[in-house]
């Protein structure tokens, strides 16, 4: 398996434009995960998904977020309109559970989308 | 509020000493912590996971020990190599839901 595919690798935006980030997640996972990192806040979770549906958006900034799992295989987090204080690293994850509670498993991380907004 | 504090931002140690590094948390009641491994320009990777009935957990040259009564984990790296030299983060369960809460992780540098 390719491991958690992410793109773009890096984006850079002006204030105000739509951003799209996309993932594939590793077949055969049933949890994603939606994650910001920055040197200020460090990793902190946005969503996750279980089954493609979203469990947990308590960390999703504001309405400026959104993010979507049409499918096992494909998730998207948007920003709109995009602002400079969105610049950050965004990492999406996955992990297969097993049936066991969702902090037992080792998450996957994707490489990253560095997203500079201007 | 809770909280997770891994040891100063930087740790730097000589080449085939052990590293130990120090994770924290107030107000949390984990069943499991995690320990991942984050080199510059990519994702985190997993590296240990000990439950809250563990006290100690091995893998390689990896040794994690998890003090429920201290709040506290320790990440042992022994012999350690400049291959080493990455960031560290722990991860701890918490929330209604149970997912992941991340440290803001120990840059460690082994240096030859």
């Known amino acids: 398996d390719a491991g958690v595919i992410q793109s773009p690798r890096h984006e850079v935006t002006e204030m105000g434009q739509e951003v799209t980030l996309r993932c594939k997640p590793i077949s055969g996972h049933d949890y994603l995960f939606w994650y910001r990192q920055t040197m200020m806040r460090g990793l902190e979770l946005l969503i996750y998904?279980?089954?493609?549906?979203?469990?947990?958006d308590s960390g999703m900034p504001e309405d400026r977020f959104s993010a979507k799992m049409p499918n096992a295989s494909f998730s998207n987090l948007k920003i709109q309109p995009s602002e400079p204080r969105d610049s950050a690293v965004y990492f999406c994850?996955?992990?297969?559970?097993?049936?066991?509670?969702?902090?037992?498993?080792?998450?996957?991380f994707g490489p990253g989308t560095r997203l500079t907004v201007l | 509020s809770q909280k997770i504090e891994q040891n100063s931002e930087a740790l730097n140690i000589q080449e085939g000493k052990t590293a130990t590094l120090t994770c924290n948390y107030t107000?949390?009641?984990?069943?499991?912590l995690q320990w991942y491994r984050q080199d510059p320009g990519r994702g985190p990777v997993f590296l240990l996971l000990i439950r809250e009935n563990e006290k100690e957990k091995r893998k390689e040259r990896l040794k994690v020990t998890f003090d429920t009564t201290l709040k506290q984990s320790l990440f042992h790296i022994t012999a350690s190599q400049p291959a080493d030299s990455a960031t560290y983060l722990c991860a701890l369960d918490s929330g209604s839901a149970r997912q992941l809460t991340f440290g803001s992780g120990t840059q460690l540098t082994v240096l030859p």
């Open positions: 994850a996955s992990s297969g559970t097993g049936g066991l509670p969702v902090s037992y498993n080792e998450q996957f």
């Open positions: 107000n949390y009641s984990p069943a499991y």
């Open positions: 998904f279980n089954n493609n549906v979203p469990i947990d």
